[in-house]
């Protein structure tokens, strides 16, 4: 071990660092016991704990509990599995790409002109088009005044608007299982994750009070409907029930991410009371106009609004005008409202297809599956490895759900199953293999 060297909390840490930063402590490196460095550095014990929390608060390092406290190492954040070579993709969660838009027909007739610096970082019709599909669904359940801002896409809004209220170590309560983004997003800035079950009706009202009364969560990711991976949407009652909750925390901030609003069949069903202090609805455009759109139009309250401004100001400055442009462009066309509407209505059949052939083969997915994926739980972590194998040997790869779990070491086992492209056929080809493969 390096010499570590100081007399005050902050030199002892600034010691550390600079032995971090050098190369002679590697992630994952344990420091030594506090009263060891004390002893060695002859200083209160006090001094070193308090060198040592600064040093976790800074994610420089990690508290292990009775293991001590080491370096801090770069997150494992886990990804999802490609489909190999031959196998028939129910595992990507993809859109179809037959349902989306020409992107590049859309900006050469986009009304765009080249945007200079000093100009607005929102583009005038995107902006009309946002408070269209915005302001109305927050609007109505009394929240207060509105701001529209707009960033890279949804993870960008989430870790936007996180890194605006929150510090690191404070703890966010995420449904579990999650949106492996929202898991990476909420690890990579240092916070605590605090599950909250899923169930057929999304989060669960007793978890949300846990995670915020007894683990004290300082903000809520919830997604409204097409919950991925599971499907589930939330319901009106569910969402009275957890803005019940909430209400008793207007502190909390709320996150809702709308990822699949235009072509959901589910109903919005606000989660957020008018209490809530620091909110934001996250509508991106990824899953309906491309992928490559990476566009998120987000309605927030005032302060939390302008703080993400000034975010993307002092760092990428705006998001891209001619991605804005092309957005606007498609979100007020009437060929891509039609669109939209067919893509909304093949996504509920694809959806009601797979779920009516696995239920005829005594296969429950969870819920009513909104979205372009569904779940199917099994009994543990051996139900599913054989499970997948059996699929991946019968042609299919589908997602083990662990890979969605919040906390790695108690997942919830099942499967996600894309039904984005899936057609009568296949569907029934696929419940066949699949009751196959859990007997």
């Not at 070193?48 to 080491?70: D, I, M, N, P």
């Not at 989306?100 to 080249?114: F, K, T, W």
């Not at 060929?335 to 239920?359: F, H, K, M, P």
């Not at 108690?410 to 859990?438: E, H, K, N, Q």
Request: charged share 20%; proline share 7%.
């Amino acid at each position: 071990m390096p010499p570590i060297s100081g007399s005050t909390a902050s030199a002892i840490a600034d010691s550390v660092r600079d032995l971090v930063s050098r190369g002679d402590l590697a992630p994952g490196a344990l420091l030594p016991p506090i009263r060891t460095l004390a002893t060695e550095l002859q200083v209160n014990r006090n001094t070193v704990a308090a060198a040592y929390r600064q040093l976790v608060s800074a994610g420089v390092a990690q508290a292990g509990g009775r293991r001590g406290t080491a370096i801090a190492e770069i997150p494992d954040l886990g990804a999802e599995q490609t489909p190999g070579s031959g196998l028939v993709d129910l595992a990507s969660g993809n859109p179809d790409p037959r349902l989306l838009p020409d992107p590049l027909a859309a900006i050469r007739r986009a009304r765009y002109h080249p945007t200079m610096y000093g100009a607005p970082a929102v583009e005038d019709r995107l902006m009309t088009v946002a408070e269209r599909l915005l302001t109305p669904d927050v609007g109505a359940c009394g929240t207060g005044a509105v701001q529209i801002v707009v960033t890279h896409g949804a993870v960008d809004a989430v870790e936007r608007v996180l890194s605006t209220c929150l510090a690191r170590g404070d703890a966010v309560a995420v449904e579990d299982p999650c949106f492996l983004a929202s898991i990476g997003t909420v690890r990579l800035n240092g916070y605590q994750r605090v599950p909250v079950p899923v169930d057929e009706s999304g989060m669960t009202v007793a978890g949300l009070r846990n995670a915020i009364a007894n683990r004290g969560a300082r903000a809520v990711i919830v997604t409204p409907r097409a919950h991925n991976p599971t499907g589930v949407s939330i319901d009106h009652r569910r969402a009275a029930a957890l803005r019940a909750v909430l209400a008793d925390y207007p502190e909390v901030l709320v996150i809702e991410d709308d990822y699949f609003s235009l072509v959901s069949s589910a109903p919005y069903c606000r989660v957020t009371p008018p209490s809530t202090n620091n909110w934001a609805l996250v509508r991106s455009v990824a899953k309906f106009l491309g992928p490559d759109l990476r566009v998120a139009m987000v309605a927030a309250n005032p302060q939390t609004a302008q703080l993400i401004g000034a975010r993307l100001r002092a760092g990428k400055t705006w998001v891209s005008h001619l991605l804005q442009a092309a957005a606007a462009h498609l979100l007020t066309d009437p060929g891509t409202a039609a669109q939209l509407g067919r893509a909304r209505r093949s996504y509920a059949r694809r959806s009601l297809i797979l779920a009516e052939a696995l239920v005829a083969k005594g296969i429950s997915p969870l819920g009513s599956p909104d979205g372009l994926n569904l779940w199917v739980d099994l009994a543990d972590a051996q139900a599913v490895d054989a499970t997948v194998g059996r699929l991946t040997r019968a042609g299919w790869a589908v997602q083990p759900g662990d890979i969605f779990a919040v906390d790695p070491y108690r997942p919830r086992y099942g499967i996600r199953i894309t039904s984005s492209t899936v057609t009568s056929r296949m569907a029934t080809r696929f419940a066949t293999d699949l009751a196959s493969a859990v007997t």
